[in-house]
């Protein structure tokens, strides 16, 4: 069972599979909104589609707080690109 968790205290969110840390998103939060840096999942959790679960739980939990999003993180630039529900949380002043 995976779960998504924001970690403030380390800038990013953690998907978890039992307990474990499978992958992250890091992220720098400004007052306006939030800047994806980077996306990881170790590599015995791939293609699990982990990383989609993942940004798609950042992207929401950044909907709910009213934050635009700059995606600086490829992996999430794609996963909006892909997904067009999220187009309306792109920071499009930076």
Known sequence: ???VVDNPAE???EIRVD?????FADYRLLPTKIVFLHTEVKPAY?????A????????????DTGLKVQPLC?????????HPEFQELLDTES
Do not use: C, N, T, W
């Open 1 to 3: 069972m995976a779960d």
């Open 11 to 13: 800038s990013r969110f």
């Open 19 to 23: 307990g474990e840390v499978a992958g």
């Open 46 to 50: 791939e293609g699990q589609g982990l």
């Open 52 to 63: 989609a679960a993942l940004v798609a739980h950042a992207l929401r939990a950044s909907a």
């Open 74 to 82: 490829p992996y999430v630039a794609k996963y909006i690109k892909r």
